[in-house]
């Protein structure tokens, strides 16, 4: 199926280079034919997310900090002034204190606390917000989460929490979007090896884990990730929202490690 895509435009917010989840969506989006805008955090990531951004044509580059929030609605009035409207945004932004992907969650601090429920929770409230003021003929919105939100997953810790509220968000979100015809869905993948992914304390070790012991016993990748991104953007899932859809090669249906894995 090729064109699936076409004549849509959307903004990819969260590439910090190839191996980004929002990397895979990206590019499978743009092979079915997608205009897309990308986002990046400061001018080091701008330089890695520039090539990338060539290979498959995106020319709107924008500079995006959601700690700061005239950049963020610096971004929505340049979409504007470009497009007029958006079909779908897609949010693969996170961040949490690595001193405090560790330990217990009981020694979470009450400044990282509140930053990473800032940049990872309450950042895809805001940009749905300002959004949503350009889907007037509707539209998809996407974010990632991660199981952490709702089973404790060690040194995940208060990711877990801020994931816990941002699934809560995609629900109240679709709720308040889906009588404009805008759907709000968030993506639950399995450990990939990422930038983010590595902040997190023996993040390795659990990604083996996971490995070995989901059903399909192999990890996933952004291709993966990618292609379920594309079913949630484009009309293929037009009745689906406020969805919590799960790419971790089944790992979340699991109860008990595998037989292998306990005789170990
Ligand atoms: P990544 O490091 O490639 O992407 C994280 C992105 O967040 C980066 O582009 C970074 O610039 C951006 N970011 C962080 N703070 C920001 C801020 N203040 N303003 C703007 N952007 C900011 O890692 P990734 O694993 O592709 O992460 C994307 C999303 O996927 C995150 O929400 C992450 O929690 C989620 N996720 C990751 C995994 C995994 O195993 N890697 C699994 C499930 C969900």
Known sequence: MTGLMKGKRGLIMGVANDHSIAWGIAKH?????AELAFTYQGE???RRVKPLADKIGTKLLLPCDVEDISTV???FETLKAEWG?????VHAIG???RNELKGLYADTTRENFVR???ISCFSFTEIARRAADLMEEGGSMLTLTYAGSVRVMPNYNVMGVAKAGLEASIRYL???FGPRGIR???LSAGPVRTLAGAGIADSRLMYNYQQRNAPMRRPVTIEDVGKSGLYLLSDLSSGVTGEIHYVDSGYHIVSMPTLDELKR
């Open 29 to 33: 989006a743009a092979e079915q034919g």
């Open 44 to 46: 080091a990531f701008g």
């Open 73 to 75: 609605d610096s971004v």
């Open 85 to 89: 409207k958006i079909d779908f945004i």
């Open 95 to 97: 961040f949490s204190d």
């Open 116 to 118: 990473t429920m800032v």
């Open 174 to 176: 679709a709720n308040d």
């Open 184 to 186: 709000v869905n968030g």
